[in-house]
């Protein structure tokens, strides 16, 4: 390419490693960022897939084993029984934050192959939407936090 | 511009010359910023919350197994705060990137936008590996653990 200066400019349809044209934001350096980020974020949402089904598939699994109690121990059964709801909504949690980050990843991909601009903006607005989700679940988390620490405050007294 | 022949000019302070997002891409980030900021200012909370803890754990009366467990708490607590350090600066990075691209609209800045929220991801990723490394290695020498004393 760069052995002949007069050579006529060509796009790069396969977009793969270089960018000829750039578009909307689209520039080498930016999907060489993103390139870089996808593997960790693959990872990660594989690793929250996994322990989504392993959270969900223990309260399906507990809760069975719950029914199955005598009716001396249901009061244990009780407890355990809001132990497994939190387990579940937790798997569902992880699932979701599992496959964001999964569909942020597949989108670099596409990006990576197709240079388009409308690739570039679903990868960004995929990452949008999983921090915007973190974001949510931390606020929700505070307000139990601080809703907990307030009723253990007024059983005090 | 009615000259077909009028030469080339730059565009330093509009818009929509190649090397600026687009209006979209600009959008995003932008929705995307408060986020970040929020949860990076979340994580220095936590960090405020482990120093305090630190503290309290420094000053307060021997503890019941001795200045060991001082100690050891000490150095958890430190070393729970790196793992939280890192992420909150380079979130907040990220954020503060986001804003430079917010006012300039340059596809660099876009770019290292993206490249602390790199960071942050391979940090993550490594101290996950590095975790995960460690749960293997216990395991297998509790295993192994188990194996010898069933023998002897």
Redesign the interface.
């Known amino acids: 390419m760069a052995d002949n200066p007069y050579e006529a400019p060509s796009a790069n349809l396969s977009g793969n490693e270089t960018f000829g044209v750039e578009s909307g934001g689209v520039t080498q350096g930016v999907v060489d960022q993103l390139r870089r980020t996808k593997g960790w974020t693959r990872f990660i949402g594989v690793l929250f897939i996994i322990l989504g089904v392993v959270l969900f598939f223990l309260a399906i699994f507990g809760g069975s084993f719950i029914s199955t109690m005598s009716r001396s121990t249901r009061g244990l059964g009780a407890f355990l029984g809001i132990i497994l709801v939190i387990y579940g909504v937790m798997g569902v949690l992880n699932l979701v934050i599992g496959f964001k980050l999964g569909g942020f990843s597949s989108a670099v991909q596409r990006l990576m192959h197709s240079g388009q601009e409308r690739d570039l903006e679903d990868a960004l607005d995929r990452q949008r939407s999983f921090w915007v989700f973190g974001g949510v679940m931390m606020l929700i988390f505070l307000i139990i936090a601080i809703v907990a620490i307030i009723a253990g405050v007024v059983t005090q007294f | 511009m009615d000259r077909p022949y009028v030469p080339p000019a730059s565009n330093p302070g509009g818009r929509g010359f190649?090397?600026?997002?687009?209006p979209?891409?600009f959008d995003?980030?932008s929705?995307?910023k408060g986020?970040?900021r929020?949860?990076a200012v979340?994580l220095w909370v936590n960090v405020v919350v482990a120093i305090i803890n630190v503290i309290v754990t420094l000053s307060s009366a021997r503890l019941p197994n001795g200045d060991a467990q001082k100690v050891g708490q000490v150095v958890g607590i430190a070393i729970a705060l790196l793992f939280y350090i890192y992420p909150a600066v380079k979130l907040n990075s990220y954020a503060r990137r986001i804003g430079v691209l917010l006012q300039s609209g340059r596809?660099?800045d876009?770019?290292a936008a993206?490249?602390e929220?790199?960071a942050f991801?391979?940090f993550?990723?490594i101290v996950?590996l590095v975790f995960i490394g460690i749960f293997v290695v216990a395991m297998v020498v509790g295993v192994a653990g188990a194996v010898l004393s069933s023998r002897s």
Request: glycine residues 10%.
């Open positions: 190649s090397g600026e997002v687009s979209r891409v995003i980030m929705r995307t986020w970040v929020f949860i979340m596809a660099g876009l770019e993206l490249n929220h790199r991801w391979r993550v990723g996950t």
